[in-house]
C-alpha cells in the first residue's frame, strides 16, 4: 500500500503545454507560452518557474499561487515577460507572454511547477520557440495537386459508373427491341404461313 501511495503522488501533478510545444513568432513581436497545470489533491504555496534553455539558470518568471483562492504573486521575472494566467478560473493556467520577441529569444522554454502539497511534487513541460523574420504561408501546391488527382479520379469513377449505367440501360432496351421484334416477325410468319396454308387448303376443292 505504501509504495502505491507514492506512485500516486508522483502522477497526481501535471503540466502541460497544450497540443503542440513548438510557437513561431515573428522578430519584434509578443508570443504567448501557454502552460497549465493539473493537481488531484489540490495546492498550497505552489511555486512555478519558467527557464529559458536551461533549469540550472535564473527563471525569467518566478510566481507562488497561496491557493485556489488566489491569484499567483510574482517573485521575479524578466521585464519583457508578463504573466496572462490565472488560477482562480477553471483551468490552472500559468502562461506567460514574451514581449518584443528577438531572434536571440528562439530556444527551449520550460514551464516548471512544484507543489509543496504533494511532498514537494514536481512536474515540468517543455515548449520551442523560433523566431523568423517574417512569417511565411505553408506552400499547399503538393496537397492541391494531390487533392485534384484524388477528386479527378473520383469524378472519372462516378463518370463510368454513369456511362456504365447508360450503356447497359441502353443494351437492355435494344435486346427489349430485339425480343419484341423476334416475336413479332416470328407472329408474322406464322400468321402468312397459316394463312397461306388456309388458302391453299380452300383452293384444293375446286381442283379436286
Known sequence: LPGLHVFAIAFALEVSVGKTNTVTALNNSNVLLPCTFTTCIGFQDLVFTWYFNSTEMVGIYHGKIKNKASEPTIISRNPRVEFVGSTTKKDNNISIVLNSVEFSDAGKYTCHVRNPKEKNAQHNATIFLTVVHKMVETDN???????????????????FMLIKRVVLFIIKKTQDGKKECLVSSSGNDNTENGLAGSKAEQKAPPKA
Open 141 to 159: 501546391t503538393v496537397t492541391l495537386i494531390i487533392v485534384g488527382v484524388v477528386g479527378g479520379l473520383i469524378g472519372l469513377l462516378i463518370l
